[in-house]
């Protein structure tokens, strides 16, 4: 009877057997979580990164990592293993588009990532688990009835971890190949909106003008005796700037550039179309005799006329992913923004600086037939965000004592039977058209019958958003 283990040495190795059975399976998920490298995804033209977040409970949503900004998932999955998926920023925007209009592509993509990572997760599980088993059956020595328990603590283990994984994973892959649209991954973005009040443009005026594609008239008649940087930049004859000219019998130097931002158009120089379009501040910085300078900056780095097309190609666009897209936008632009204030605020002379507000292009009241997709609701989110963004430049401008300047479209949206704006198969979409150029100018020449606010001694910065 001596050869045979005691009744307290069995319960003891029932005992570590049970706790590493339970523990094993665990330690080894929440390990190869930690490891497992994330399996990059080309879906929608888009660069995304795949991977499972640790976690210890039992159910639960996935995670979406977008665009600095952390959002749980919709769909809710059972199991440790779910979904994180990182979007760091929008490339390929043509792509999206299509996606948008070939929604069956997305859940696949997605489906196929999560597979591969799957795999690969599985594999670290596995081979994680079986350390941790062969160390706790070292540690149970070498005894015949030690060996036993160690396999049957391995069976136990092994198949803890595939039914832990399996269950999860297939739900992942289900809910995942069953993603049509970013609203159904991520949710809507709620949101409270009340009909537009359109303001009355505040005091501005300008021999200047520097900015983006809406000063520069881009889809418009391009100028008379162009030179390759006008053709290059779509300078038009119908720009504002023009229309400035014209009814003061002035000369109205027009800088502006399609695609200009504040780094790439206004600090520095611009590549576009073949051309390298010098900085238009250090032009600006150069010239003799400026009085007034009016800007319209912004909207490339809002991603604005995306934000928009997406809104009208989708069938809802107040999903959290274009929400964050756009509130990662307004900050980063927010702080580029204050940084030129400070440049124009400095320029020789002190010219009077006016800002020029963003139109809203939209009808309150859908008139569009057909296509695009023009809803009350799509109206609703984009006057929201539209609100929020000129809200900065309106506020920016005022810090400075800088005019700014809120061109009103009211009535002449797109698609109504006197619009201001370029229909979606014109040369620039959602852009002025003559009319609408001719709508800022005036907005402008009637800010330059006022006198011009007062400048503040101390220096401004960006209120926190």
């Not at 003008?209 to 300078?235: L, M, W, Y």
């Not at 632009?333 to 940084?339: A, K, L, Q, V």
């Not at 009350?376 to 430049?393: E, H, I, P």
């Amino acid at each position: 009877m001596s050869g045979r283990p005691s009744i307290s040495r069995i319960a003891s190795i029932v005992a570590v057997t049970v706790c590493l059975a339970a523990v094993i399976p665990l330690v080894s998920i929440e390990a190869s979580l930690l490891i497992a490298p994330p399996q990059n995804v080309e879906a929608a033209g888009q660069s995304l990164a795949l991977s499972a977040g640790p976690s210890a409970s039992t159910s639960g949503p996935g995670t979406l990592e977008l665009f600095g900004q952390s959002i749980p998932t919709t769909q809710q999955f059972s199991g440790p293993i779910r979904p994180r998926l990182l979007w760091a920023e929008v490339t390929h925007y043509d792509e999206l588009l299509l996606a948008l209009r070939q929604p069956e592509h997305l859940g696949r993509d997605l489906r196929n990532g999560w597979s591969a990572y799957f795999i690969r997760e599985l594999l670290i599980t596995v081979t994680i688990a079986a350390v941790l088993a062969a160390l706790g059956l070292a540690l149970l020595r070498r005894r015949w009835q030690l060996i036993l328990a160690g396999l049957a603590l391995s069976a136990v283990v092994a198949g803890a971890v595939d039914a832990l994984a399996i269950n999860s994973a297939a739900q992942g892959l289900q809910q995942l190949s069953q993603v049509r649209t970013l609203d159904q991954l991520v949710g809507r973005a709620p949101l409270a909106v009340d009909p537009p009040s359109h303001r009355a443009p505040s005091p501005t005026a300008s021999t200047v003008v520097i900015g983006d594609s809406t000063a520069a008239g881009a889809g418009n008649p391009p100028v008379a005796h162009a030179t390759a940087e006008d053709t290059a930049c779509r300078r038009s004859l119908d720009s504002y700037a023009a229309d400035i000219a014209a009814v003061n019998n002035s000369r109205v130097v027009n800088l502006a550039c399609t695609n200009a931002s504040i780094e790439q158009g206004l600090f520095g120089p611009e590549a576009i179309n073949g051309t390298v379009v010098p900085s238009q501040l250090a032009r600006l910085e150069t010239m003799h005799g400026v009085k007034t300078v009016i800007v319209s900056i912004g909207a490339n780095e809002m991603h604005w006329t995306q934000l928009m097309e997406l809104c009208l190609v989708a069938p809802q666009c107040d999903d959290t992913a274009s929400a964050a897209w756009f509130s990662q936008a307004l900050d980063s632009f927010t702080i580029d923004y204050y940084d030129l204030l400070q440049r124009l605020a400095a320029l020789p002379g002190l010219p009077r600086v006016i800002v020029n507000e963003y139109y809203d292009p939209l009808p309150w009241q859908p008139v569009c037939v057909g296509e695009p997709s023009v809803t009350a609701a799509k109206s609703a989110v984009l006057t929201s965000r539209l609100g929020t963004f000129n809200t900065v430049l309106a506020d920016g401008a005022a810090s400075f004592g800088f005019d700014a300047v809120a061109p009103s479209f009211a009535g002449h949206e797109l698609c109504t039977q006197q619009s201001f704006v370029q229909g979606l198969n014109d040369g620039a979409p959602l852009h002025p058209n003559a009319a609408g150029e001719i709508a800022i100018a005036l907005a402008d020449e009637e800010a330059l019958l006022n006198p011009a606010p007062p400048r503040p001694t101390g220096a401004a910065t960006p209120t926190p958003s």
